[in-house]
């Protein structure tokens, strides 16, 4: 069926190195691609969102790219520090989810000091 | 983070029992929604609703009811018609009850345990 699959799992990197995140998905139609940060113990947040008519997005250090030919998206977050250890989670809008959002199953990243 | 809360933080539940989940916004959002997160499989939607007094079943709603009959208000009642409902789940909000493509809002949470 349609989903949305993240890579990797878990992720370690030392602080001041660069950390990415992907995610494919199986919806052509897809047009909309958030991120959403979740700290330990709190609610998750919009950190940066692509839609379907660009092909690369930043925000200070947080970059999205999406290759709508390959049907994937990624995360990139440079100079990374430890307040950027958190659980990321990518989403996609499905045709088979009611056109509603569709989320990854997250990536636990830790930036160790 | 204001604007979108959930009551209680921590509910327990004996098996055969309903129970209510409240979540309440007071952003003027028009979409609200209930999600179900279980570690390892990030977010599932359980209902939604795009407007007052509608409502729709996202990808996992059996045994869970909701209903929608104030803008400011969702409330997801899980009842004993779920087999598996020990888990952490998430109201959300939206600005735009028409567009999928809005910025979600999440409230704290509430984690359910069922004894």
């Known amino acids: 069926g349609e989903n949305v699959e993240q890579h990797p799992s878990t992720l370690s990197v030392q602080e001041g190195d660069s950390a990415v995140i992907k995610c494919t998905y199986s919806d052509s139609a897809s047009n909309y691609f958030p991120w959403y940060k979740q700290e330990l113990g709190k609610r998750p947040q919009l950190i940066i969102d692509i839609r379907s008519n660009v092909g690369e997005k930043k925000d200070q250090r947080i970059a999205v790219t999406l290759n709508k030919t390959a049907k994937h998206f990624s995360l990139h977050i440079t100079e990374t520090q430890p307040e950027d250890s958190a659980v990321y989670f990518c989403a996609a809008i499905l045709s088979g989810s009611a056109r509603q959002l569709t989320f990854g199953s997250g990536t636990q990243l830790t930036v160790l000091p | 983070d204001g604007g979108i809360t959930q009551s209680p933080k921590y509910l327990f539940r004996k098996e055969g029992q309903n129970v209510t989940l409240s979540c309440e916004q007071n952003?003027?959002?028009?979409?609200m929604y209930w999600y179900r997160q279980d570690p390892g499989q990030g977010l599932r939607l359980i209902y939604y609703s795009q407007i007052v007094n509608d409502f729709q079943k996202g990808d996992i709603a059996e045994g869970y009811s909701v209903s929608r009959e104030k803008k400011e208000s969702f409330p997801l009642t899980v009842t004993s018609a779920q087999k598996n409902p020990t888990a952490f789940y998430l109201c959300?909000?939206?600005?735009?009850?028409?567009?999928?493509?809005?910025?979600?809002?999440f409230g704290p949470g509430t984690r359910l345990t069922v004894l």
């Open positions: 959300a909000s939206s600005l735009s009850g028409t567009g999928n493509d809005n910025e979600q809002f």
């Open positions: 952003l003027n959002h028009d979409a």
